[in-house]
């Protein structure tokens, strides 16, 4: 942590702002997977927010008079259209379970194998194991994540395997993936970098079924791929904070404020529960200055307002309280994925100079590296978190393998949502997406460790 804060203290004021500034334009500008079967044009999509006001049910009649028009759907909680009618400050509210005992229990962490730690390891570059699978034969890769159909000349971030100092990772193998999910609903639940990891699953399954019996549901909030002979989904529910908030539209999520409910994870997780093996995580969508909560008690939709790590843990509590009451460890499997991190700032690997992951070519060798992105107090919160759920959840604990991958990110190498200014484009660093995974590419490796733990 000292790291950190002396880290932090020494960049210069331009990197914050210009941190600040890439991740809102990319982290809200990353809905889109919808080219999967080509539904909208991203300016439809855009253009929802012009439509007259809709105002939800569950806000208090004393907000201000608006115009109603019928909702789409019948209303439930927050949505993109809710406002705070006043804001205060946090009160140090609890939910319930970080107030009471959870069954204390031992750790399951990952199953590991006697003494050895799978996280701990290096980056060997391995070009004849490597690529899992190949970008344009995976009909449902990503225009966001196709880094070489965008242009990526480079392909050595496709080539490396995870080495675990003292053991090896399991070889994936997707027969026998599918042979563990027969009968099976396996669900991602959370942001985008969730969606990426849910998106490599599928690349790295989807050949060894035939074409036939696989289908896919149009893009929304909950996306179900189905393969028929085997009986299972894997599925992709879109949960940015984890609880009820009103970021939970899929395609429209790019709000001035956040909202959430932190004590309201049942429109989430009644999508879950009925899935036999969840992978969760949040993270990125924390680190945007502070959120607002609204409880679900409160009547005159006044707004408590905290700082990001700390609405991270109120969501997190609420999502342990559901995993406390309804797992069972030897009917589900639960997965937590650790941050996903950033290379926004190229000083912190490369002394003295300026730029991100723009034109990173190769990992990072130094062992202890660990970037300013990736918060420890939080990494700290969520430890804590897990550990007091025991054997209920097994931590996918990807942090310091990806710290070391400053060149698997997209950068310019995708698509982007809005056309980009000549000044943009003359300056590549200034757009480049190093926050998501080029595919194949990192994410392909945390599945490999969800295919080791299963
Ligand atoms: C947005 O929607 C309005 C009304 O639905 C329509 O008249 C307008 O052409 C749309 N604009 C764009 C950019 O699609
Ligand atoms: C509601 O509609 C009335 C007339 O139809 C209009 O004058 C008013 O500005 C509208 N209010 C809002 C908040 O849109
Ligand atoms: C793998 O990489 C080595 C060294 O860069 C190169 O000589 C070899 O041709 C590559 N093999 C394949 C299959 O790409
Ligand atoms: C993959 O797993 C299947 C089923 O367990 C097995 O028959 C096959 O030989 C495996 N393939 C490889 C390359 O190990
Ligand atoms: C398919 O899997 C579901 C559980 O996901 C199960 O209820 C159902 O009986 C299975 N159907 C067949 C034909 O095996
Ligand atoms: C993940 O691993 C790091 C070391 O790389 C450790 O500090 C951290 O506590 C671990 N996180 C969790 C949630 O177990």
């Known amino acids: 942590m000292q790291r950190w804060q002396k880290k932090k203290k020494q960049l210069p004021l331009l990197a914050l702002i210009f941190f600040v500034f890439i991740v809102f334009s990319i982290l809200y500008n990353e809905c889109n997977i919808r080219h999967i079967h080509g539904v909208q044009s991203e ?79 290096k980056w060997v570059f391995d070009n004849t194991s490597y690529p899992l699978y190949s970008e344009s034969s995976c009909p449902y890769m990503s225009d966001q994540l196709a880094c070489r159909k965008h242009g990526r000349t480079d392909l050595g971030y496709q080539f490396w395997r995870w080495q675990p100092h003292n053991c090896n990772l399991k070889r994936w193998n997707a027969t026998e993936m599918w042979e563990k999910l027969r009968g099976k609903r ?43 002979n085997y009986n299972a989904t894997v599925e992709f529910l879109w949960a940015p904070l984890l609880v009820e908030s009103n970021s939970d539209d899929v395609v429209e999520h790019r709000l001035d404020e956040r909202i959430l409910r932190p004590d309201g994870i049942l429109r989430h997780s009644s999508r879950w529960e009925h899935a036999d093996i969840l ?38 509590e609420a999502w342990a309280d559901w995993v406390a009451s309804h797992v069972d460890p030897l009917k589900k499997r639960v997965f937590f994925v650790t941050m996903s991190p950033t290379h926004q700032i190229k000083e912190e690997w490369e002394p003295g100079s300026q730029g991100n992951c723009y034109d990173e070519k190769l990992p990072i060798s130094d062992e202890k590296y660990w970037g300013t992105g990736s918060n420890l107090p939080t990494m700290q919160m ?27 990110h997209p950068t310019i190498y995708r ?17 480049s997406d190093c926050i998501h995974w080029c595919l194949p590419g990192v994410p392909d490796v945390w599945n490999e460790f969800l295919f080791h733990f299963l």
């Open 43 to 121: 300016k439809d999509d855009n253009n929802h927010s012009h439509q007259s006001t809709v105002k939800i049910e569950s806000l208090p009649k004393s907000t201000p008079p608006q115009n109603f028009t019928l909702p789409k759907k019948p209303p439930v909680g927050l949505d993109k259209f809710s406002k705070c009618s006043s804001t205060v400050p946090y009160s140090g509210r609890r939910a319930a379970w970080a107030v009471h005992t959870v069954e204390s229990g031992g750790r399951r962490g990952a199953p590991e194998p006697e003494a050895c730690d799978l996280f701990s390891g």
């Open 186 to 228: 396996l669900m991602f639940v959370g942001d985008s970098l969730n969606r990426g990891q849910w998106i490599s699953m599928l690349c790295l399954l989807q050949s060894a079924i035939p074409a036939d019996k696989q289908s896919i549901t149009p893009n929304a909030e909950l996306t179900i791929f189905t393969a028929e």
């Open 279 to 316: 992978i969760f995580n949040s993270y990125l969508w924390w680190r945007q200055g502070s959120v607002k909560l609204l409880w679900s008690t409160e009547e005159n939709a006044v707004c408590e307002e905290i700082d990001g790590v700390g609405g991270m843990e109120l969501a997190m």
């Open 382 to 408: 969520v430890h804590k978190v897990l550990n007091r759920l025991g054997s209920k959840v097994s931590v996918l604990n990807i942090t310091q393998l990806s710290e070391y991958r400053k060149d698997g």
């Open 415 to 431: 698509k982007f949502w809005e056309p980009l200014s000549a000044e943009k484009i003359a300056d590549p660093a200034s757009y």
